[in-house]
């Protein structure tokens, strides 16, 4: 995973067909996903229940580029090796989700995957000044987390205190939650780099039918390119 800013887009397989999870991810990977997202829900911390270790273990080797594991979910060290174990590259942990999220850090990055920490809507970026040092992504919620499809949440102004904070740190800036061709454009201006979406790709599209979501991939990038600065 060599680091850059330019835009990369990380289809949510929340949205994807769960029938056909393997076969959904290498579509959208050759319609262009530079990532895949995996929104993993406990019915706990978030009032939803998605997947597990398992399904990671199940699609890791239908993906050829990065898995982007977003735990929403506590408490989650005693899940971390199990996630690497099932191939994650990246693993994100909330900041909310426990009281010792410096040594929830480390322990991810002890089990050799990026590390990254997530804000919910209602948490300010100060929250995670003291941890720039020990992540590789930050996860900014622009919707309540627990389920797709949700309306997007206007984070702009978090976005850029982060994108100060972080100054030159390789440490990307991912948005989840309602990410389509309008919103794109609004947070890469103000500094993200990594967009999640999913029903905005999957919608109209399927395994045997992938051209729609290379249409709404490339549609949400050139969104977000072209107000980049």
């Avoid at 076969?23 to 706990?44: L, P």
């Avoid at 740190?169 to 939650?177: N, Y």
Wanted: proline share 7%.
């Amino acid at each position: 995973m060599p680091f850059d800013r330019s835009i990369k887009i990380a289809p949510s397989i929340l949205a994807a067909d769960f029938a056909n999870f393997g076969a959904e991810c290498a579509a959208v990977e050759s319609q262009g996903a530079d990532w895949i997202h995996v929104d993993v829900m406990d019915g706990h911390f978030v009032p939803n229940i998605t997947f597990g270790p398992a399904t990671c273990a199940a699609i890791r080797p239908h993906i050829k580029g990065v898995m982007d594991v977003h735990l929403m979910i506590a408490p989650v060290d005693p899940y971390i090796d199990a996630f690497a174990d099932a191939g994650a590259d990246v693993l994100t942990a909330h900041v909310e989700a426990g009281p010792h999220i410096h040594r929830t850090l480390q322990a991810i990055r002890g089990a050799d995957m990026k590390a990254g920490v997530a804000l919910n809507p209602g948490t300010p970026a100060s929250a995670i000044g003291e941890l720039l040092d020990m992540v590789d992504l930050v996860c900014v919620m622009t919707v309540n987390p627990g389920f797709g499809g949700q309306k997007f949440i206007d984070m702009t102004a978090k976005i850029s205190e982060l994108r100060a904070m972080i100054s030159d740190r390789p440490v990307h800036i991912e948005i989840d939650g309602g990410v389509d061709p309008k919103t794109a454009p609004l947070v890469a201006k103000a500094g993200a780099d990594v967009l999640v979406a999913g029903s905005a790709v999957f919608k109209g599209g399927s395994a045997s039918n992938p051209a729609p979501y290379g249409e709404n991939i490339s549609a949400i990038r050139a969104a977000a390119n072209g107000t980049w600065t």
